[in-house]
């Protein structure tokens, strides 16, 4: 039997699911999800050439970026300038792609409120599909500044105290 599904999220898709079968006649269907990202899908399916009336109610959502590692090039800590360019590594990022939706946000909630943050990092990008992003410092200053990233609209936890960036002393 053919049958096809879409994964339609709040924010971001639809991800077409593949290898769909029948595994329960008339009542189940097993799919392979394709690559995403996000939260909240819900499912849409075809069955020879028929479209489901409704969504499902139940939501599928991928699994939430990780940070493992945060990098500055050569630079041991970031221009104040907003110059540096920060490498983010870790998994659940997506895909290389110009439409993915990401974001890099960081700060040192021990500061003053003027060292502290938050700092939105600006132009991130996949750089290695799944596993790094890239994204411009923004100007700042501080020390151990914790970062979240943000990819299709799942918030990273944030980084670890020994996973931090500090910007230039003065």
């Known amino acids: 039997s053919y049958a096809n599904a879409n994964l339609i999220g709040d924010a971001v898709g639809p991800f077409a699911a593949t290898h769909c079968a029948v595994s ?4 189940q269907l097993v799919c392979i999800s ?3 990202l996000g ?3 819900t499912w849409t399916l075809t069955v020879g050439n028929q479209l489901s009336t409704s969504a499902s109610s139940a939501k599928t959502s991928y699994a939430i970026p990780t940070i493992s590692s945060l990098s500055s090039g050569a630079a041991a800590r970031l ?3 907003g110059s540096a360019v920060v490498t983010v590594t870790g998994e659940q ?3 290389i792609s110009a439409t993915n939706y990401l974001s890099g946000a960081y700060q ?3 500061l003053s409120n003027f060292a502290a943050g938050p700092y939105s990092a600006v132009l991130c990008n996949v750089t290695v599909s799944h596993t790094e992003i890239q994204c411009y410092a923004a100007p700042g200053v501080g020390y151990d500044h914790r970062w ?5 609209e799942q918030a990273s936890v944030e980084t670890e105290a020994n996973k931090t960036t500090s910007y230039e002393r003065p």
């Open 39 to 41: 939260s909240n899908h």
């Open 34 to 36: 394709s690559q995403g």
């Open 108 to 110: 040192n909630t021990a």
């Open 24 to 27: 329960v006649a008339h009542t």
């Open 79 to 81: 221009a104040t300038d």
């Open 148 to 152: 979240v990233v943000v990819v299709g």
């Open 93 to 95: 990022f997506g895909a």
